[in-house]
Structures are given as structure tokens and as C-alpha cells.
């Protein structure tokens, strides 16, 4: 199947810094969302990306839709401990997902 | 309360057994998946349906059969033929085949 190529694998930020992760596709989608799982739990969708280009935010997340559409970045700013979690993120069109990025927030 | 439920959230069966796991939905929507989670890793897509009494396999179907004779409702049976079933098992759907889908919170199963 489609790969989604996430990165990166994993992050360990102190308490109020900004993220940045990304995730590129061989492959062209025409929808791109951005989940987050907390430990034991289904993802919960954050974002979802509906055109080339496009800029998206919800609170303090910001995700952005690449202009090739064979890419995307998902931003969080001034980070929270409960933002910790894994965030995956996938193209619709097809059933695929990144391997996602586990974000851990110290203190 | 519209959702997704999976239950139970964790299962436990002896090797050999074909175990069940249950997924419904009160969302009406038409699509329907299972992905296998394993520890550290993303989602595998097992099975999906995109309309009752219709269903195709996914990345990793070996082991694993559905059924959908109702629209609500998608269970997952893990068969005795899958070699390693001990794994996080998702349901989620969407209003139509491959739009944003909506996860349930996940089995856990245990296979001793």
C-alpha cells in the first residue's frame, strides 16, 4: 500500500516550547488530517486539510497542507504536558496513516 | 450521545480460541474500518466496509474475518490461523468511504 513517511519518530520538549513535525507521501492525496492518541486510547481527530496550500488552526495547533500535495506539517505552540501523546497523521482517499510521532513534554 | 463503542476494552483468550471483538456506531455512517495497533508502531488496516453486506480486505486480512449485515455495526473475529493476534485493535468510521474517520477507543487483546 501508500506509505506515509513521518517525522520525526519521536520528540522530548521542555513545558511552553513550539513543535514541528511533518509527514510526506510519494504519492498525491486531495485530504490530509492530522489525529492525535493519547496511552490506550483511539485517535481523535485534530485537523483536517481539504486544499493545496491551505493553512489550518485549532487553538494551538497549526497545520498546514503542502503545496504538492504530497506533504504536510502540523505546528503546536507553547506546548502543555497534556499534549503528550502520539500524532499521526493521514491521507484520505485511502486508509493510510504515518507511523506517527510520540511527543513528550517535560515539566 | 453519538460515538463509536468497542467492547469489551480488554479481552483475554487462550491460544487455538477465535475470539470476537465487538464495534458500533450510532454516527450513520456508511464506512466502516479495523486497523491493528502494535506497541510503538501506526495502524494496519485489516478490513473495511464501505456499505452494509460489502467488505474488502485490508494491508494484513490474513487470520482475521468481518461481517456487516448491519449498517451499525462491523465485529472483527480473529481466528485461530493468525500467528500473532496479541495487539491494540481500532474501529473507526466515516461518513463515506475514506473521508475523515472517527475511532472507537480501542481492545486490547491478550492472547496466553
Known amino acids: 500500500g501508500q506509505q506515509l513517511n513521518q517525522s520525526p519518530q519521536s520528540m522530548f520538549i521542555q513545558e511552553g516550547e513550539d513543535v514541528s513535525m511533518n509527514c510526506t507521501s510519494s504519492?498525491?492525496?486531495?485530504?490530509w488530517l492530522w489525529y492525535k492518541q493519547d496511552p490506550g486510547e483511539g485517535p481523535v481527530l485534530l485537523i483536517a486539510?481539504?486544499?493545496?496550500?491551505e493553512l489550518t488552526s485549532n487553538g494551538r495547533l497549526t497545520a498546514q497542507f503542502g503545496i504538492t500535495r504530497k506533504d504536510s506539517f502540523l505546528n503546536i505552540s507553547a506546548s502543555i504536558p497534556s499534549d503528550v501523546g502520539i500524532y499521526f497523521c493521514?491521507?484520505?482517499?485511502?486508509?493510510?496513516f504515518g507511523d506517527g510521532t510520540t511527543l513528550t513534554v517535560k515539566p | 450521545d453519538g460515538g463509536i463503542t468497542q467492547s469489551p476494552k480488554y479481552l483475554f483468550r487462550k491460544e487455538g480460541q477465535n475470539v470476537t471483538l465487538s464495534c458500533e456506531q450510532n454516527l450513520n455512517h456508511d464506512a466502516m474500518y479495523w486497523y491493528r495497533q502494535d506497541p510503538g508502531q501506526g495502524l494496519r488496516l485489516i478490513y473495511y466496509?464501505?456499505?452494509?453486506?460489502?467488505?474488502q480486505k485490508g494491508d494484513i486480512a490474513e487470520g482475521y474475518s468481518v461481517s456487516r449485515e448491519k449498517k451499525e455495526s462491523f465485529p472483527l473475529t480473529v481466528t485461530s490461523a493468525q500467528k500473532n493476534p496479541t495487539a491494540f485493535y481500532l474501529c473507526?468510521?466515516?461518513?463515506?468511504?475514506?473521508?475523515?474517520?472517527?475511532f472507537g477507543p480501542g481492545t486490547r487483546l491478550t492472547v496466553l
Open positions: 493521514a491521507g484520505a482517499g485511502k486508509s493510510t
Open positions: 504519492s498525491i492525496f486531495n485530504t
Open positions: 473507526a468510521s466515516s461518513p463515506a468511504a475514506y473521508n475523515e474517520q472517527f
Open positions: 466496509s464501505q456499505i452494509v453486506n460489502d467488505f
Open positions: 486539510l481539504y486544499k493545496a496550500g
